[in-house]
């Protein structure tokens, strides 16, 4: 029996590793309430703040080579109208690990008291490795796994727009226009990047003076596979502690927390178990999110605790 599972275990690994080479799939965030310019640019400069985003998640983990993301975002407004910022990510699938270096900018139009449009652009690169030396293959003489990619370079360019008051947001955007493949130099493995579209949600209610509901909506559709369905619902209790549970549609269910350390600092924690027949091979997914933030006035003012 250990036989057969370690046998699966290594097929399911495989095919992981090569559905991130053959597909590329944006990464999936479970706090992107908190982490929004990873998705759109035009989020950028909306908060009134200079805002430093960390965030690491590991999913599926207890399996070897499972999917590893983190990710370093810097966004702020430089005028009433313009906001700039930086987005760096390595993630990191099997035997393949891909740099993303995007820099974000945004246009903000004021259509009534307390209600802006944003659009943005975002442009820069992405870098492809993979290492094969890194997997164990029944064959590996095959020459699928022979012949690595190395530093193979792809441009970005996307883009967005992001309606949003001082209690609730709509977004639509897609991180990258280009649907552009990397090649070996046999051209016998392909990794191929599709079009990504984001539509992402949220409102903020007052439950109380000291609890706010905070729910969420997040779908994700590339081109090749399944849409993506994220739902959370959030409670923030005395603009301090957040806790909240998420749903993926067809894919994982979850846990959410927070905690306002200061007026500058926030931290968060997801955890995701999967709810699939693949659950009794992985311990779940996890993901932590570090958030500091510096105020800057620009006329209308929005709390950092909210979104």
């Not at 008291?113 to 690169?125: E, H, R, V």
Request: hydrophobic share 40%; charged share 15%; proline share 4%.
């Amino acid at each position: 029996m250990t036989t057969v599972v370690t046998h699966l275990i290594r097929i399911l690994t495989l095919v992981l590793c090569c559905a991130g080479v053959y597909a590329q799939q944006e990464p999936n965030y479970s706090q992107y309430m908190y982490n929004t310019m990873a998705i759109n640019p035009a989020y950028v400069g909306s908060s009134d703040n200079f805002n430093i985003t960390a965030n690491y998640k590991a999913q599926f983990t207890g399996i070897n080579g499972a999917p590893e993301t983190v990710s370093l975002g810097l966004e702020s407004p430089v005028t009433y109208n313009l906001g700039l910022g930086l987005n760096i990510t390595r993630d990191a699938l099997g035997p393949s690990e891909e740099l993303n270096v995007d820099g974000n900018f945004s246009y903000s139009l004021q259509l009534s008291s307390q209600t802006y449009l944003s659009f943005g652009l975002k442009a820069g690169f992405r870098v492809l490795n993979v290492d094969f030396r890194k997997g164990v293959f029944d064959n590996p003489n095959d020459p699928l796994f022979m012949n690595n990619i190395d530093n193979q370079f792809l441009g970005v360019l996307g883009a967005g727009a992001y309606l949003f008051g001082d209690r609730w947001y709509v977004g639509l955007s897609t991180p990258n226009f280009f649907s552009q493949e990397y090649y070996n130099d046999e051209s016998t493995m392909v990794n191929t990047e599709k079009l990504n579209l984001y539509l992402i949600g949220g409102y903020i209610f007052d439950v109380s003076s000291n609890v706010k509901f905070k729910p969420a909506v997040l779908f994700d559709y590339v081109e090749g596979a399944p849409m993506r369905a994220s739902l959370s619902a959030n409670f923030l209790f005395l603009e301090k502690f957040t806790a909240g549970v998420s749903y993926n549609v067809d894919a994982a269910v979850g846990a959410l927390a927070g905690f306002q350390v200061s007026d500058n600092i926030f931290i968060g924690y997801a955890y995701d178990y999967n709810t699939s027949d693949f659950n009794r091979y992985n311990d779940g997914s996890h993901e932590v999110l570090i958030k500091f933030s510096l105020a800057r006035k620009r006329g209308a003012t929005f709390s950092p605790r909210f979104f």
